[in-house]
T-cell receptor, first 115, second 114 residues
Framework: AQSVTQPDIHITVSEGASLELRCNYS??????LFWYVQSPGQGLQLLLK??????LVQGIKGFEAEFKRSQSSFNLRKPSVHWSVAAEYFC?????????????FGAGTRLAVHP | DAMVIQNPRYQVTQFGKPVTLSCSQT?????MYWYQQKSSQAPKLLFH???????NEADTPDNFQSRRPNTSFCFLDIRSPGLGDAAMYLC?????????????FGDGTRLSIL
């Protein structure tokens, strides 16, 4: 069965430090992978996506993610964080079940940033 | 800007009193989704439409219904809300095609049950 695991429920980093949020997926075919961010009381905003090609993907707000097929991972990174990126982050894989795209979400990682 | 708009942002209803949540889009996407998101959880898909083709998730309660009168609008009806239905409800749209096409989300409606 298709699934997404985000091992870290909460992460706290200091402002200016680097960030890596982990995501592991289970999917039988070529995965379509997404990272979304959700600020409190808001909807989900797409940060970046991967479906083929270069395994290092650049997204908005200075985020990047690296697809590693051998590790079934799609970790999100940012070299230096600002307090404004504190939010909930969701990794998702696109499933073609039923012919229509569905997103299978991980449980999310809540990011806090210390000043 | 083209976007997905949900109204209202906050909705309070009484236990058992029917409530309707609204979603509209200017993206002209043919697929629309409704998700339920409870506190500190991932969004859970309730159902989705491809044009007027309705697709219900197997575990979506019968208490939840949906209507899509045209491409731009989609409604979520909760016939008899219970306390367990208090949640954020998210609408999303997508252009049908390659799976790499992302879903675009609205800002959600937070539903409270008294």
């Amino acid at each position: 069965a298709q699934s997404v695991t985000q091992p870290d429920i909460h992460i706290t980093v200091s402002e200016g430090a680097s960030l890596e949020l982990r995501c592991n997926y289970s999917y039988g075919a070529t995965p379509y992978l997404f990272w979304y961010v959700q600020s409190p009381g808001q909807g989900l905003q797409l940060l970046l996506k991967y479906f083929s090609g270069d395994t290092l993907v650049q997204g908005i707000k200075g985020f990047e993610a690296e697809f590693k097929r051998s590790q079934s991972s799609f970790n999100l990174r940012k070299p230096s964080v600002h307090w404004s990126v504190a939010a909930e982050y969701f990794c998702a894989v696109g499933s073609s079940s039923g012919g229509y795209n569905k997103l299978i979400f991980g449980a999310g990682t809540r990011l806090a940033v210390h000043p | 800007d083209a976007m997905v708009i949900q109204n209202p942002r906050y909705q309070v209803t009484q236990f058992g009193k029917p409530v309707t949540l609204s979603c509209s889009q200017t993206l002209n996407h043919n697929v629309m989704y409704w998700y339920q998101q409870k506190s500190s959880q991932a969004p859970k898909l309730l159902f989705h439409y491809y044009d007027k083709d309705f697709n219900n998730e197997a575990d979506t309660p019968d208490n939840f219904q949906s209507r899509r009168p045209n491409t731009s609008f989609c409604f979520l009806d909760i016939r008899s809300p219970g306390l367990g239905d208090a949640a954020m409800y998210l609408c999303a749209t997508r252009l049908y095609g390659d799976l790499n096409q992302p879903q675009h989300f609205g800002d959600g409606t937070r539903l409270s049950i008294l």
